[in-house]
């Protein structure tokens, strides 16, 4: 039966909290591609009970907003994912993020962003984080994309732990990110990220995911997520290399 639950335990995690682990955010795979201008967005949403030898209660629920304007995007991202198995909060995270994107030129864009985050099952009580910088396009067709950036913020990250240990950093973001779209219904997003602190190159994460997007109607789409995170200074009891592939659909209004 232990070994039944455990199991339970694994699928749960797999298909509702595709984001548990997300250290750093991928917001190339939230950029919405339009030609026109206005508003668009999606969510999702996920609940389940089950109940034969442990009772286990598992909720998840996204949304992403975009506004477009001639020279002007802002982007708005907010996650909340919970498991609660025989009494116990195994999971608990919530993630908002805000970023502002002005086109300078064709090739330039200049970026501000914001984020807060509580995820327990990486030990982070809180973090909160602000930055700027620039984002460069280098290539772009009607069927392939490849854009990259460096940006710099300021981080102020609780860890949970018996005392609650405070870091007050300043890091650099810089990411490589391509997009291939072979027709109008897949597109395949691959974005590598690195995150050293300034004052201490050996104190730093490294992010590579990839996300597929298979359009299933006009609103649905399913997706295939890949993330591998290495942190060389990870949460308390926190593994340094994390990995995680899951499945979940969006749709899209």
């Given amino acids: 039966m232990q070994r039944k639950f455990k199991c339970i335990l694994v699928v749960f995690i797999a298909f509702f909290f595709r984001s548990a682990h997300a250290q750093i955010v991928n917001i190339e795979t939230s950029r919405m591609q339009s030609d026109t201008t206005g ?8 609940i389940s009970l089950t109940k034969n030898t442990n009772e286990i209660f598992a909720a998840q629920a996204d949304a992403h907003l975009q506004y477009k304007s001639k020279k002007s995007l802002y982007l708005l991202l907010g996650s909340y994912g919970f498991l609660k198995a025989s009494g116990d909060h195994l999971i608990d995270n919530t ?15 200049w970026e501000a962003f914001t984020q807060m985050q509580q995820n327990l099952i990486t030990n982070i009580k809180s973090r909160f984080l602000v930055g700027t910088g620039p ?5 772009s067709n009607s069927y392939f994309k490849l854009y990259a950036a460096s940006l710099m913020m300021y981080e102020r990250e609780v860890e949970q732990s018996d005392i609650n240990i405070l870091h ?20 395949i997003v691959s974005t590598s990220f690195f995150q050293p602190l300034i004052n201490n190159l050996n104190d730093f994460r490294f992010l590579n995911q990839v996300s597929v997007r298979v359009k299933a109607g006009k609103r649905l789409v399913f997706k295939l997520n890949w993330n591998y995170l290495n942190d060389s200074k990870p949460a ?6 994390n990995y995680s592939l899951s499945t979940g659909f969006d749709y899209e209004f």
């Fill in 135 to 139: 984002r460069f396009k280098l290539f």
């Fill in 39 to 46: 508003w668009l967005g999606n969510a999702g949403a996920a």
């Fill in 236 to 241: 308390h009891d926190i593994p340094s290399v």
């Fill in 95 to 109: 993630f908002f993020h805000l970023r502002y994107n002005y086109k300078v030129n064709k090739l330039l864009r």
């Fill in 168 to 187: 007050s950093d300043i890091r650099n973001s810089s990411y490589i990110s391509f997009t291939i779209t072979p027709n109008k219904q897949l597109e």
